[in-house]
């Protein structure tokens, strides 16, 4: 089972982290990269992306706002929100779009939970 997943960050150095986390807990899958919510939606138009990681803080639309972009056409994607911005607020409007969230710094520990869920839900899926 192919997976590819999409990090979006608008820091380079947030994606290389990120990258080298979901390297290490998921070495199988395919990792595509986009520095905006723009980039994004054109990925994701143009291939098929199963799992998507995103930043919350971004100029243009937020990684909230990408989420629920994302849902309009892939209602069951697995979807993290990773940010530093650790409030109640944030937190409640990712579940609002049916996202998990994942504080900063990104992590193993952080992210394997979320991962190993997003596995699970394809392989049943599929």
């Given at each position: 089972m192919t997976v590819t997943i999409l990090v979006v960050d608008?820091?380079?150095?947030?994606r290389i982290v990120a990258g080298k986390t979901i390297a290490a807990l998921q070495p199988d899958w395919t990792r595509v990269e986009a520095s905006n919510a723009?980039?994004?939606?054109e990925l994701v138009r143009e291939r098929q992306i199963d799992v998507a990681v995103l930043d919350f803080n971004m100029p243009g639309r937020d990684g909230l706002e990408l989420a629920a972009e994302l849902r309009k056409s892939h209602a069951d994607m697995p979807i993290a929100i990773i940010t530093a911005n650790i409030q109640d607020e944030v937190?409640?409007?990712a579940?609002?779009?049916n996202a998990t969230f994942v504080s900063k710094p990104v992590t193993e520990d952080g992210m394997s939970?979320?991962?190993?869920?997003?596995a699970l839900r394809l392989k049943q899926a599929r």
């Open positions: 608008d820091s380079k150095l947030a723009d980039e994004a939606l937190i409640s409007r579940r609002d779009v939970g979320f991962l190993a869920g997003a």
